[in-house]
């Protein structure tokens, strides 16, 4: 007789699913409760749960909205936002405990996420070798 193997796997979709969920609840629990105290705009860029669920990565990058900013004082406020976030973990594990009914709630460890900028930065130099392709093409080109 064959045992059950689908309880050793672990269920992707299930896990999925689940980082989805904490990925929304965080973005939700910043919005409401700690946007006042960040430096810009924080988005959580995605959540990474190993299959037991006990733990969560969560990468945020953060958005200044204001340019004057150089690179090292940008560094120092994605620094502070990970630190806010990171004092603020046990309060959102809380809200998280209260929205979602499981055994364990993971332990929420925050994260840099570098990719969304640069993500903005390679869309601006696209963006910018497309206006300049665009300015060299006659009208009879196009």
């Known amino acids: 007789m064959k045992k059950n193997q689908s309880s050793a796997k672990p269920d992707g979709r299930r896990v999925s699913r689940f980082e989805n969920e ?3 609840i965080v973005s939700l629990y910043i919005i409401h409760n700690l946007q006042s105290e960040l430096p810009g705009l924080v988005t959580v860029a995605r ?7 006990r733990i969560a990565n969560v ?18 406020d994605l620094e502070n936002t990970i630190d806010i976030l990171q004092r603020s973990a046990k309060d959102i594990q809380s809200e998280i405990s209260r929205k979602v009914q499981m055994k364990y709630i993971p332990k929420l460890t925050f994260f840099a996420d570098e990719s969304t900028e640069k993500i903005l930065k390679i869309e601006k130099l696209l963006n910018q070798m497309g206006t300049a392709n665009l300015k060299n093409i006659d009208d009879e080109e196009i």
């Open 22 to 24: 904490i990925q929304s």
């Open 47 to 53: 959540v990474q749960v190993p299959a037991d669920l």
């Open 59 to 76: 990468y945020v990058s953060l958005l200044n909205l204001s340019e004057e900013k150089n690179g090292q004082q940008k560094v120092q």
